[in-house]
Nanobody, 121 residues
Framework: QVQLVESGGGLVQAGGSLRLSCAASGSIVRINVMGWYRQAPGKVRELVAAITSGGNTNYADSVKGRFTISRDNAKNTVNLQMNSLKPEDTAVYYC???????????????WGQGTQVTVSS
């Protein structure tokens, strides 16, 4: 089995910063893409940022220039540095990993349990 464990959410004032971390463990052969999604109340889950094993990144337009995603392939971790936070960034943030797992070499997505980020105005 595979587990994704997130940390780093919390309450911050507008303009502040938070750093989210996610660690993947278990029967992992290789992780292709790791990313962060978020879901606000009454809204659909949306991609915030993603990063490939080669370091290519993709960001939602709403977070470009404010958020930075990074990963450590050796440790199977991914981080999201969030700066200049806005109240509209308030949501539950989910870590995602698209990976190959042992022993079947099946490729599938795994999700973390979610961490709450609240930005007050």
């Amino acid at each position: 089995q595979v587990q994704l464990v997130e940390s780093g959410g919390g309450l911050v004032q507008a303009g502040g910063s938070l750093r989210l971390s996610c660690a993947a463990s278990g029967s992992i052969v290789r992780i292709n893409v790791m990313g962060w999604y978020r879901q606000a109340p009454g809204k659909v889950r949306e991609l915030v940022a993603a990063i490939t094993s080669g370091g290519n990144t993709n960001y939602a337009d709403s977070v470009k220039g404010r958020f930075t995603i990074s990963r450590d392939n050796a440790k199977n971790t991914v981080n999201l540095q969030m700066n200049s936070l806005k109240p509209e960034d308030t949501a539950v943030y989910y870590c995602n990993a698209n990976l190959y797992q042992t022993p079947t070499m099946t490729r599938r997505d795994y999700w973390g349990q979610g961490t709450q980020v609240t930005v007050s105005s």
